[in-house]
């Protein structure tokens, strides 16, 4: 049973900084591209970052580049995500997904087949 489990969020000032971590098992992680999406209240869900099987290649929504960064050890079976220079409008429910078998790492939602809990993430202005 594959289980993915966000953790690191909270209330931050703009301006600040948080780390997300998304823990991964049932399956083989190193295989599979991870990804990185968010639910702001009243909002569809969105892509933020995805990162490739080996971490080589990592891909980002354009209202978080340069200030987001993806990454992964795949000898802990985690994936992160650096959030920097966080605004008021990054506030969301930010939930990591673990990419169909072969993808290389995408944004399109419906190529992610197993998705964590999701985990508060509220920047104060």
């Known amino acids: 049973q594959v289980q993915l489990v966000e953790s690191g969020g909270g209330l931050v000032q703009a301006g600040g900084s948080l780390r997300l971590s998304c823990a991964s098992s049932?399956?083989?992680?190193?295989?599979?591209?991870m990804g990185w999406f968010r639910q702001a209240p009243g909002k569809v869900r969105e892509f933020v970052a995805a990162?490739?099987?080996?971490?080589?290649?990592?891909y980002y929504a354009d209202s978080v580049k340069g200030r987001f960064t993806i990454s992964r050890d795949n000898a802990k079976n985690t994936v992160f995500l650096q959030m920097n220079s966080l605004k008021p409008e990054d506030t969301a429910v930010y939930y990591c997904?673990?990419?169909?078998?072969?993808?290389?790492?995408?944004?399109?939602?419906?190529?992610?087949?197993?998705w964590g809990q999701g985990t508060q993430v509220t920047v104060s202005s």
């Open positions: 990162i490739s099987r080996s971490g080589s290649r990592t």
């Open positions: 049932g399956r083989t992680f190193s295989i599979y591209a």
């Open positions: 997904a673990t990419a169909i078998l072969g993808s290389a790492g995408t944004l399109k939602e419906e190529e992610y087949d197993f």
